[in-house]
């Protein structure tokens, strides 16, 4: 596992894989795996850290207040017809799910390893760690390294599914006028709706929403930069290097991690593959106004998949600009699997009599 954790850190240096959580994973499964350290013994800093950031979702809490703080949805505004693209872009996770539970995982434990499929790792780690603590270090491991390598698997399923001509189809862009008053009554708008469908999400989509209104408020930016850079930049660290502890020798090197990467790979294609075809038939629908490439972007890999989907078009034709529509489907993604991780922490009991 020392080993792991240097391969971990090296990904971040040398391939420029998340270096912002895969360093601190890294050091940390380094540290919990050097002999007599106890670092996640009963009393042990790791051990402490733990408790009070992870299992009380405290550190995941305040990264979504980060995110939501960093994120413009003013893309989305002006076209939120592009929200659509966000909900096929979710059947990575119940593909995953299915295929976890037929496998033999718990229901529960399943649970967590679809959610990888949002591609979203503080929705993954909030889900994980209700349903199944002892999971938090390979999921969180697979979902960060696969989001990290979105090009590498966006740019072979987009040339795939979507054919040259398909893939040159261009999108006029108009800067649509709105009240500045939409952007500040947005994340509360947004917060009450997701609320009312996933009530056990309101952790989750509240703190990301509060983020975003402080930075639209514009009355509070010594709180909006604090969220965006110093509170997430500690959160991070920490949040990197617990759960790098938990990735301990006797509980991290079996067939079940090797099956939750499998399966996560599964949950990105069939995610990234389901936003293409979306795309596709938006093509043939709007007798080729919208460029099938953005249907990728429906996913919550912000903003990876939306420059992703720019680079590809922009590589076809060097006129074709579909930046903008291509964030606007992204930020949607970005709500999409927050709801979509709401949705499963409230569900899941219901239906398992739990």
């Known amino acids: 596992m020392i080993l792991v954790g240097a391969v971990l850190i090296y990904l971040a240096l040398k391939k420029g894989y998340e270096p912002l959580l895969l360093i601190p994973i890294g050091f ?124 590498i698997l966006q740019v072979p399923l987009s040339k795939f599914w979507i054919s040259k001509k398909e893939r040159l189809a261009r999108m006029k862009y108009t800067p649509s006028k709105y009240p500045q008053s ?21 952790p989750l989509i509240g703190s990301l929403m509060l983020g975003n209104f402080l930075r639209e408020s514009g009355v509070v930016d010594r709180l909006a930069k604090s969220a965006e850079n110093e509170i997430s930049n500690v959160t991070l660290l920490l949040l990197g290097v617990t759960i790098g502890g938990t990735m301990m020798a006797d509980q991290f090197l079996n067939l079940r991690t090797l099956l939750i990467f499998g399966l996560g790979l599964f949950a990105f294609v069939i995610g990234l593959s389901a936003g293409l075809l979306t795309g596709k038939a938006a093509y043939y629908l709007s007798h080729g106004k919208i460029n099938p490439l953005i249907g990728a972007t429906g996913v919550s890999a912000f903003p990876m998949a939306a420059r992703t989907a720019h680079m590809i078009g922009r590589s076809e034709d060097p006129d074709n600009w579909l930046l903008m529509h291509a964030m606007a489907a992204n930020t949607g993604g970005q709500i999409a699997s927050v709801v979509a991780g709401g949705a499963m922490l409230s569900l899941a009991p219901m239906f398992l009599g739990v």
């Not at 679809?114 to 199944?132: E, K, L, N, Q, R």
């Open 28 to 151: 940390g499964a380094i540290l919990v795996n050097l002999p007599y350290g106890g670092l996640m013994d009963e009393g042990g800093i790791l051990k402490i850290i733990y408790d009070a950031g992870i299992l009380t979702e405290i550190f995941p809490i305040l990264i979504f207040v980060g995110i939501g703080a960093m994120t413009d949805f003013g893309p989305l505004l002006e076209r939120p017809s592009l929200l659509l693209f966000s909900i096929p872009a979710q059947l990575g996770i119940s593909a995953a799910f299915l295929a976890a539970y037929l496998i033999g995982f718990t229901p529960y434990e399943a649970m967590s390893v679809g959610i990888i499929g949002a591609m979203d790792g503080p929705t993954a780690i909030y889900v994980t760690s209700h349903f199944a603590p002892s999971l938090l270090g390979p999921v969180t491991i697979c979902a960060y390294s696969y989001m990290s390598m979105i090009p």
């Open 182 to 202: 939409i952007r500040v009554i947005f994340p509360i708008f947004v917060t009450i709706v997701a609320g009312v469908v996933a009530p056990k999400g309101i």
